[in-house]
């Protein structure tokens, strides 16, 4: 099978799709890099929204402590979390600290990433049911970064949650680098692509 013979139209089209794609890959790996290098930075802290759990929120009467009841990663969930927690250490990346929600998918998302023992903050929690605690959350959340006093932390959680604290709307398993101001305002210092 060749290529039509349009005077060199399609194969000019095809070139130009193949150029696009090459430069979106080329400034997802600029962004990755820009992102690592913004974790390495003093005073900085990770927060990931969980690996790929298919679906959207939880089944009506969904319990945190019982993970048949709620939304879980899928295989390729899996696979993603242990890639971000590689890209991580090849990357020289460590943590004083694993903070996760007590949703399965967070906490399973960061125990896989095996970055260090993963404890429960459950300001971390998702209020996407119930988005009326989105600020109390965030405030918490806030409240605990100050409370570390200089640790470095990897926090998994939901996108409710990072987008309440950052206005960064992540996909799945893509990671925001944050720094906690003077002031107690969030600043976004880079972000992760989802592996």
């Not at 969904?62 to 939304?71: A, E, G, L, N, W």
């Not at 242990?82 to 903070?99: C, I, K, Y």
């Not at 926090?155 to 720094?179: C, D, F």
């Amino acid at each position: 099978m060749g290529l039509p013979d349009d005077g060199g139209d399609g194969v000019r089209r095809a070139l130009a799709i193949l150029a696009i794609i090459a430069a979106g890959a080329a400034g997802v790996a600029r962004a990755d890099a820009s992102g690592l290098d913004a974790a390495r930075g003093e005073g900085t802290h990770v927060i990931m929204r969980h690996a790929l759990a298919p679906g959207t929120g939880d089944p009506p009467g969904f319990r945190p402590d019982d993970c048949s009841t709620q939304r879980t990663l899928s295989e390729e969930g899996r696979a993603q979390a242990r890639r971000a927690g590689e890209r991580l250490r090849a990357a020289g990346l460590s943590f004083d600290l694993v903070l996760a929600s007590a949703w399965c998918r967070a906490a399973e998302t960061a125990r896989l990433m095996d970055m260090g023992p993963v404890a429960v903050e459950p300001s971390l929690n998702s209020f996407f049911a119930d988005r009326s605690g989105g600020p109390a959350a965030t405030r918490a959340l806030v409240e605990r970064l100050r409370a570390l006093d200089g640790r470095r932390a990897l926090l998994v959680t939901h996108q409710v949650n990072i987008t309440a604290l950052t206005g960064v709307y992540p996909r799945s398993g893509e990671m925001v680098v944050i720094r906690l101001d003077d002031d107690g305002s969030v600043a976004v210092e880079g972000r992760i692509e989802a592996p």
